[in-house]
Nanobody
Framework: QVQLVESGGGVVQAGGSLRLSCATSGSVASEKAMGWYRQAPGKQRELVATITRGGRSNYGDSVKGRFTISRDNAKNSVTLQMNSLKPEDTAVYYC??????????WGQGTQVTVSS
């Protein structure tokens, strides 16, 4: 069973920056991409950003130009740099490992709170 271990998050003022990191307990042969999703209270979980092992990235519309996703394949880890944070970015952020075969893996979630 692969585990995703998240770190980072916390409380920051609007306009500030935070960095989230996620490391897997091992490589996954059927991996399609790793990334981040978020869920705010009363809302559905939404895409933040994903990145493939080849470096192809995809961003949700609301974070384009502000967030940057990167990965270290040797360490099986992914990092999300979040700049120019807004109060509407407040949510629980979940690390995700999507697979070509089988259900995706999820981290336990980390809280990001942006105060106005």
């Amino acid at each position: 069973q692969v585990q995703l271990v998240e770190s980072g998050g916390g409380v920051v003022q609007a306009g500030g920056s935070l960095r989230l990191s996620c490391a897997t307990s091992g490589s996954v042969a059927s991996e399609k991409a790793m990334g981040w999703y978020r869920q705010a209270p009363g809302k559905q979980r939404e895409l933040v950003a994903t990145i493939t092992r080849g470096g192809r990235s995809n961003y949700g519309d609301s974070v384009k130009g502000r967030f940057t996703i990167s990965r270290d394949n040797a360490k099986n880890s992914v990092t999300l740099q979040m700049n120019s944070l807004k109060p509407e970015d407040t949510a629980v952020y979940y690390c995700n490992l999507d697979r070509w075969y089988g259900l995706p893996y999820w981290g336990q979630g980390t809280q990001v709170t942006v105060s106005s």
